[in-house]
T-cell receptor, first 111, second 116 residues
Framework: GNSVTQMEGPVTLSEEAFLTINCTYT??????LFWYVQYPGEGLQLLLK?????DKGSNKGFEATYRKETTSFHLEKGSVQVSDSAVYFC??????????FGPGTRLSVLP | ETGVTQTPRHLVMGMTNKKSLKCEQH?????MYWYKQSAKKPLELMFV???????ENNSVPSRFSPECPNSSHLFLHLHTLQPEDSALYLC???????????????FGEGSRLTVL
């Protein structure tokens, strides 16, 4: 079945540091890929998405590129802020058949 | 109100109680979901309703009983729960699975359940 693997963390960075959170997927076909973010005390919200190979999703300074050859969708941000502290979930979906989340990566950004 | 609203935000119940969680979406979506989020475990999909019909039930114990009276409302009825059922229960909605699927789930803020 479909599955998503991501680095478990926690990840602790200083403000303005570079962030990478790795995510790889296993799926039949070519799923749409997503990054969701969960701020403390809130539900998950979509951060960015990509629906086909080589697509780049971006939002709030975060980026991720759908790499078919490596089945990856790594999340990156050039300069993190304290307000980026949250749990980040990689997810994949094969046209509504099976929406799968990774385990989540907790990010703490220190001032 | 917009988005997905869940009530109550916090619930404490004994193992013999009966309670319900409520979810309401104001997005015009036709699919709704219940997820369970426990500490140090991946998100677990519990139930999926599409066009008010249950289309997925992931081996959830019968002490959890979902109800979807219309496309905007989803309930999770709770009865004789166990302490290990303590978790954050998240409701989500999407435009799909039946046509027009956009691939995005919209989540509520969750109901934090504690079973004593």
């Amino acid at each position: 079945g479909n599955s998503v693997t991501q680095m478990e963390g926690p990840v602790t960075l200083s403000e303005e540091a570079f962030l990478t959170i790795n995510c790889t997927y296993t799926a039949t076909g070519y799923p749409s890929l997503f990054w969701y973010v969960q701020y403390p005390g809130e539900g998950l919200q979509l951060l960015l998405k990509a629906t086909k190979a080589d697509d780049k999703g971006s939002n709030k300074g975060f980026e991720a590129t759908y790499r078919k050859e490596t089945t990856s969708f790594h999340l990156e941000k050039g300069s993190v802020q304290v307000s980026d502290s949250a749990v980040y979930f990689c997810a994949g979906d094969n046209y509504g058949q099976n929406f799968v989340f990774g385990p989540g990566t907790r990010l703490s950004v220190l001032p | 109100e917009t988005g997905v609203t869940q009530t109550p935000r916090h619930l404490v119940m004994g193992m013999t109680n009966k309670k319900s969680l409520k979810c309401e979406q104001h997005l015009g979506h036709n699919a709704m979901y219940w997820y369970k989020q426990s500490a140090k475990k991946p998100l677990e999909l519990m139930f999926v309703y599409s066009l008010e019909e249950r289309v997925e039930n992931n081996s959830v114990p019968s002490r959890f009983s979902p109800e979807c009276p219309n496309s905007s409302h989803l309930f999770l009825h709770l009865h004789t729960l166990q302490p290990e059922d303590s978790a954050l229960y998240l409701c989500a909605s999407s435009q799909g699975r039946a046509g027009g699927y956009t691939g995005e789930l919209f989540f509520g803020e969750g109901s934090r359940l504690t079973v004593l």
